[in-house]
């Protein structure tokens, strides 16, 4: 058999030449005000330089927002995807002077990759792709604090303006529609809106989330400062009857969910989610399994991508190790960490014995094990809490798994916790481990080294090294500089 994944690997042909006809901006979307990411001092001063450029050229403010959250908007599909499989190429060049003792270089040239990147998977859907949005309120450019949209600038330098996403490639209609109808909702209330937790107000953000079908769940986050719960209920009435009765039925929502907190992020636990109107879940379908997902729940933004993403993992955590061996019965463990809602475990579920799961969000947990039961999958278990304090203690229980063991990790980006790669560099069943990164230039990198380092009596790392084998990208997110990649360790 050849390298595992090459089966799924459709041929990209993409143009060499092309020319930058505006500036792009390389800047996280994660949140939705515009932060930097890289710390590299010399990226810092360039970032700034940049920013600068975004508030002096003259440009609109639509297209300054265009810049910072789809930076690659102006680019051809193929260009974006050449310019995404040369940053994963230089970013694992990164890695290979790493493990060859040459941290300093990064260059393809000088590190030759010692394992196959395979060419950039492309999404399905390129426009309109994200099925969560999250907007904020703050001050417009037109100085009206109750607009909706996204962020430019920053607090520090007193210079936030608040823009609409209604341009936005990445954004679907009913999103957009979403935003300005609750944009138009609280101009029409008499609370403030809640710019500064410690300056007063109510209205926060809204999140949109919808599923290929196009049902549509939003949820409005909310300050209650000194409000009694009864003053509380009579502004979700008003904005039950906006959204349900009044202009805002041109959504269609199919549930309405709110949550009031004094925090800036909240989990359910602390402060749980209130349905005001409509289902408590919305559903959507990945190769062929249905899932549930909670307001809360972790889901990739883009259906079609996520589908392409969890097909080549699939392949990957399944394929045979041992030329000529004929597929039987599955006996293949896996080991499935940050495992959010179970997609990854679920959709693998038939080409393994078992799938172990272990997430942080105990709402994410009950959506993993509804969502189990709801496909009729009866060989996966899900446990809540941090890897890191869970792990070390199910690897004495793994140390008896008969069959192969394998791990998937799917963190975010602030990558794995260091107790949690020393738990699956010091078990020696795993020979498999699929690392799953949106950013492997950030922290990510410091655990790809973790996994790969000499044993270190020191630092309790007794286990023998793994070694990158091979590296798949997908296109996650078209218009912006960021990616998904796909990196398999073995030992």
């Known amino acids: 058999m050849g390298l595992p ?3 799924l690997v459709k041929s990209v042909k993409i143009s060499i030449t092309f020319a930058l006809r505006k500036p792009y901006f390389q800047f996280s979307t994660k949140a939705t005000t515009v932060d930097e990411h890289d710390q590299t001092p010399a990226t810092k001063r360039r970032r700034r330089s940049q920013k600068n450029h975004l508030w002096s050229d003259n440009l609109s403010w639509e297209e300054r ?13 193929d260009e974006q995807l050449e310019l995404k499989q040369k940053h994963q190429e230089t970013t694992l060049s990164q890695l290979v002077g790493h493990l060859s003792g040459d ?14 990147l395979l060419p950039i998977l492309p999404s399905p859907v390129r426009d309109g792709y994200r099925n969560k949005s999250t907007f904020s309120v703050n001050r417009g450019e037109d100085g009206n604090t109750k607009t909706v949209g996204f962020y430019l600038g920053t607090g520090k330098q007193g210079n936030i303006v608040c823009v609409s996403g209604d341009h936005l490639l990445n954004m679907p209609e009913k999103h957009k529609l979403v935003a300005r109808c609750y944009q138009d909702f609280i101009r029409q209330s008499p609370l403030d809106p809640c710019l500064l937790f410690h300056s007063g ?9 919808t599923n290929a079908t196009g049902h549509t769940m939003a949820i409005v986050y909310f300050h209650p400062q000194t409000l009694t719960p009864e003053e509380v209920a009579v502004h979700k009435t008003d904005l039950v009857d906006y959204f349900v009765r009044g202009p805002g039925s041109v959504c269609q929502l199919d549930s309405l969910v709110f949550q009031e907190s004094s925090m800036t992020r909240c989990t359910h636990e602390k402060s749980p989610y209130q349905l005001l109107y409509g289902q408590p879940h919305i559903y959507e379908t990945v190769l062929g399994f249905k899932f549930r997902i909670s307001p809360d729940a972790f889901f990739q933004v883009n259906q079609g991508a996520a589908e392409v993403l969890y097909g080549t993992l699939r392949d990957l955590i399944s394929a045979n190790t041992e030329k000529g061996e004929k597929r039987g019965k599955p006996t293949v463990t896996l080991l499935d960490v940050c495992c959010g809602t179970g997609a990854i475990g679920i959709t693998t579920s038939p080409r393994v014995e078992k799938v172990i799961g272990i997430e942080l969000i105990e709402q994410a947990v009950e959506d993993a094990v509804h969502n189990a039961a709801l496909n009729n999958v009866p060989n996966c278990k899900f446990i809540s809490g941090k890897a890191e304090a869970v792990l070390p203690g199910l690897m004495v229980d793994l140390s008896c798994t008969a069959g192969g ?4 990790v799917n963190p975010a980006r602030a990558g794995l916790h260091y107790r949690v790669v020393r738990a699956l560099r010091n078990q020696p069943n795993i020979r ?5 990164s949106c950013k492997p230039d950030g922290e990510a990198m410091r655990n790809f080294r973790e996994l790969c380092c000499p044993p270190d009596p020191q630092k309790k790392i007794t286990g023998e090294a793994f070694s990158p084998t091979l590296a798949i990208p997908v296109d996650m997110f078209p218009h912006t500089p960021h990616c998904e990649l796909v990196l398999l360790f073995e030992r």
């Open 103 to 116: 941290p300093k270089s990064s260059s393809p040239v000088k590190n030759k990759l010692t394992f196959p």
């Open 432 to 436: 498999r481990l699929v690392y799953v």
């Open 5 to 7: 994944g090459f089966r």
């Open 65 to 77: 927002l265009a810049d910072a959250v789809t930076p690659l908007w102006r680019l051809s599909y």
């Open 405 to 408: 063991l394998t791990a998937v």
């Open 201 to 209: 107000g109510h209205w926060r953000e809204v999140t949109v989330r």
